[in-house]
């Protein structure tokens, strides 16, 4: 993507960076005129910072924010005139699924070859949305604001800039192609819920690279939601590499959205730590997941407050219907994989046939006792959302399989830590053609089968 270099400096437009006064006229301005000249880049003055409520970026312009300056999300909900249709779905409580009125700090609409750029800082003002702290997860307001949200563009590059304290998704791209994510810091308050750290929908062409994530909720996520698949359009050819990734629920997670299919994704090189789950394809509606690759990746999770979905699984496969039916999930593989957590590899399906085509192989997985004192019983399985609620008894095991078809686990090596010495190595129920090969625990190689 190339953006002209002219330079448009916000300051000229009579933004002033004191922190307190509300520059969105002037950062609007800039961006206009760079818009109208044809494009250029749009730049903050270090030092500064800038309060702002909505900014909309427009086609071919770069909002460059460089090191030693600030965009602050202004605090008043009321401040933010963009408003999105996409609704959110409230994690918390995990019952209710209410939705959130949303609006954007930065957004774009409709564009071509928009970038975000700088070493600066993005602060998205979370902390004015938290309702009630809370020691595990807080309470946040109904009203929050999406920090970042492109939608339908064709030309996104996000690079070096660090967000914090995001108050609800922080970057989200919709319906967008050719899209790059480069090196960014995400740092956001790990009890916000909702506060995802990249949410890629139903986008084309999209490469995350180098970037460190901290998130309250996933920290990156594929979906392919209903209001952006209308016309057919899918999440599909999206690549993720050398990641370092925290989240209160799941690091890497494609679903549960998908109303049409997320297929052809690339997960490598990634190091996830103090997360509620790590690697997941969770399928909760019509569509399909369909060739995902993990490969590669070392995960460390734990268990959290039960709010957050999750139960420090490493790798979680599941298909349920969340209202009248739910696709397919099938071609699948998990390779090179070194975990460390409270509970084991877990695939499962409420659905016969809507799993199918899973591959584990050369996988090391260390079961622990959880380490947070407040963690809630490991021995309950979580497949949260659905009608029933989704959190039942389920012995902790190495392996859990359920309702799976035509799948394979080769060179899985078990270790259990004292306290879990005599944990169950698998558990299978209403599986078929699930073959294991190579299996061993503490050292001790099972039978195949």
Sequence with gaps: MTVPTLDYLVDDEGATGDGSTLDTAAIQAAIVRASDA???????????????GSIVLLSHVELHVPGGATLKASPEFADFSVRQN?????????????????????SADDARGVALTGRGVIDGNGRSYVVEPGVDIHAAADHRVFTIYFRDIVGVAITDVRIVDGSLWT???????????????????????NSDGIDIDACRGVRISDCDIQAGDDAICLKAAIESTRDGRVCENVTIV?????????????????????QDVVVSGCVIYSSNRGLAVSLRERGMIRRVRFENIVVNTDLFDERWWGRGEPIYVTAAARSTRVGTVSEISFRGITARSPRGIFLYSEVDGAVEGITVSDVELELIAPDRVSATDPHRADIRPVPHGGIFDDPVVAIRVHGVRGSALRDVRVTRSAQLSRTAV?????SMNVDFHDISVDGERLVDR
């Design 171 to 193: 970057v989200r791209l919709s319906r967008c192609d050719d899209v790059v994510v480069h090196a960014v810091s995400i740092k956001n308050d790990v009890r916000m819920p």
């Design 38 to 52: 044809g494009g250029g880049r749009v730049v903050l003055t270090p030092g500064k910072t800038y309060l702002a």
């Design 86 to 106: 996409g609704v959110v779905q409230m994690d918390e409580p995990a019952s209710d699924h209410s939705s959130v009125l949303t609006a954007s700090f930065l």
């Design 426 to 430: 698998a558990r299978i129920t209403d």
């Design 242 to 262: 050398g990641c370092t990734l925290q989240s209160s629920s799941t690091a890497i997670l494609c679903g549960v959205e998908c109303d049409t299919a997320i």
